[in-house]
């Protein structure tokens, strides 16, 4: 059975007879198996069609693995949407992405009124497995010391999600991190989840864009994009000013990183390298980097993006890595940039 649990009692979550986060969280699974839906409930007409339209983009990337499925359900109830949305729950991985969401997102506008990020939600069970104890734990108290600062109390939900009914992560983790926001829909007004990549770089196949966000939602419970005008480099300069930043972030998802840092993977390297170009040469979070670790580090194609990006803007990075930057990129075997962007609008 799919559970959700949250470590704080005095919140209210669950959304009752209405079925919206069971869709979206079951979607993928039910695609890749090819298995119609039912739902023994109520879910919002708007949210099935933006189901519908998930399905059809999946079906366009990957029809090898995903087939159109029917869904039905007890009522499709109206979408009420007469207020704008003012308070905002925010997916906090205590990362890039998701820290700079929770730095600048007081400044978000949509329409003429502030969307304020009044909670954030640290999941247990996605990058680090529900018996890793410690580990959760570990990064429990990285995100709640740089939430503290910014004065957003977090909160943790623990889910089977990914476990049990995930079956391409990468492809729909965006939609698992959706259901999860979902259960606090009696409580705030929107859900956040910060994307990865800007609207220039976004490429297909990959769980969580600006547009998957459209779709993650209805006006009932919207989520509006966030952060997908700023490119990584631009965010780790937005938030390197605060301190616990420099000593709390944690990007890394790499097996042996136990809730913190491992310091030497392509995310690790270029999070340094962002870091270093802001003025910090070193933080307690990541350590610091060298010319030979830049030069001989794994990338993916994330990293090479961010690679791309530090030699357009190399803010104080110093000779030696800036060379060692583009001695990685000629010899990365993967698209610059550039290539894997054309053709594309
Ligand atoms: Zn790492």
Known sequence: MLYWSVDDESLPIGTEDLLDDALVALIPLAQFHGWRMHLEGDVTREQVANMREYQEAWVALRPDIYSMVDITYRNALPTESATHPRTAVLAYSGGVDSTHAAVTGASVHRGRRALEITRGVLIAGFDIGLDDTASIARAHGSAQHILNKLEIPLVVVSTNWREDFSPNYTMSFGLGLAAVLHQFRATFD???????????????????????????????????????????????????????????????????????????????????????????????????????????????MWDRIFLEDMLVNPGELDAGLLTAIRQRISISALPSTHDSTQGRI
Not at 208 to 217: A, L, P, W
Not at 272 to 282: I, M, R
Request: aromatic content about 6%; proline content about 5%.
């Open 190 to 300: 929107a859900g956040l989840i910060a994307t990865d990549a800007t609207y220039a770089t976004e490429v297909g196949a990959w769980g969580r864009d600006s547009t998957i966000n459209r779709m993650s939602g209805s006006r009932a419970f919207p989520f509006p994009t966030i952060g997908a005008t700023a490119s990584r480099r631009d965010k780790i300069t937005a938030i390197s000013h605060i301190d616990v930043v420099r000593e709390h972030l944690r990007v890394c998802w790499q097996p042996n990183a136990r809730g913190a840092n491992c310091g030497h993977c392509g995310k690790c390297v270029r999070t340094k390298l962002g870091f270093a170009a802001s003025g910090y040469p070193a933080t307690a979070a990541l350590g610091s980097t060298s010319p030979e670790e830049v030069a001989s580090v794994a990338l993916s």
